[in-house]
């Protein structure tokens, strides 16, 4: 069965500093891979998508960026972070790389930005 | 463009009442169409789905009806518990994208 892993599960960063957020997913090939952030009380703004190794869809202008050296890996990454990237960042995947069917969701990240 | 309508809540229920969650949609073609759970301090997690009109999906006792004459895929469940309680998302997904489109959420609190 497929597995998706996010981690860390809490982090608590200052202003200015590098984030990196990892995703990873088992037991399928090929996903699409999706980042996605939930504010407080908000719903789902997708930031990231990706259907393939290398190539990233950016759906939000913003500081933060993502990559995905492999195929089930999926990094979401700033170089300086802001107070309003405080968040749930939630990874997601599909089963078919090219075509949209239900997503899969990891256990989110709560980033703290102070 | 696509979108994804959902009743505003939140929504507090007593336990064994009636639940429904208003979702309304607008897309091109022929979307499929899904309902989330979201519960305190964890991911989404797919509750039930439907790829076509007139399907209807259901899991757990919550059943949606997809219904391309109104547009809508209202989410039900005949009585409620207070282990429901949980944020609930209606999504979309058009053919040929890659993402799927989201309400904004509806928050559930059943009260014993």
């Known amino acids: 069965s497929q597995t998706i892993h996010q981690w860390p599960a809490t982090l608590v960063q200052p202003v200015g500093s590098p984030l990196s957020l990892e995703c990873t997913v088992e037991?399928?090939?090929?996903?699409?891979l999706y980042w996605y952030r939930q504010a407080a009380g908000r719903g789902l703004q997708l930031l990231f998508y990706?259907?393939?190794?290398?190539?990233i869809s950016s759906e939000v202008p913003q500081n933060l960026s993502a990559s995905r050296p492999q195929d089930r890996q999926f990094i979401l990454s700033s170089k300086k972070l802001l107070l309003s990237d405080s968040g749930f960042y939630l990874c997601?995947?599909?089963?078919?790389?090219?075509?949209?069917?239900?997503?899969?969701f990891g256990p989110g990240t709560r980033l703290t930005v102070t | 463009g696509d979108s994804v309508t959902q009743m505003e809540g939140p929504v507090t229920l007593s336990e064994e009442a009636f639940l429904t969650i208003n979702c309304t949609y607008t897309?091109?073609?022929?979307?499929?169409l899904f309902w989330y759970v979201q519960y305190p301090g964890e991911g989404l997690q797919l509750l039930l789905k439907?790829?076509?009109?007139?399907d209807k999906g259901s899991n757990k006792g919550f059943e949606a009806t997809y219904r391309k004459e109104t547009t809508s895929f209202h989410l039900e469940k005949g009585s409620v518990q207070v282990s429901d309680s949980a944020v609930y998302f209606c999504?979309?997904?058009?053919?040929?994208?890659?993402?799927?489109?989201f309400g904004t959420g509806t928050r559930l609190t059943v009260i014993p």
């Open positions: 997601a995947w599909s089963p078919l790389a090219g075509r949209s069917y239900e997503q899969y």
């Open positions: 037991g399928t090939s090929n996903p699409n």
């Open positions: 990706s259907v393939g190794i290398g190539q």
């Open positions: 897309a091109t073609g022929y979307p499929s």
């Open positions: 439907a790829t076509k009109a007139d």
């Open positions: 999504a979309l997904s058009s053919t040929g994208a890659n993402n799927l489109f």
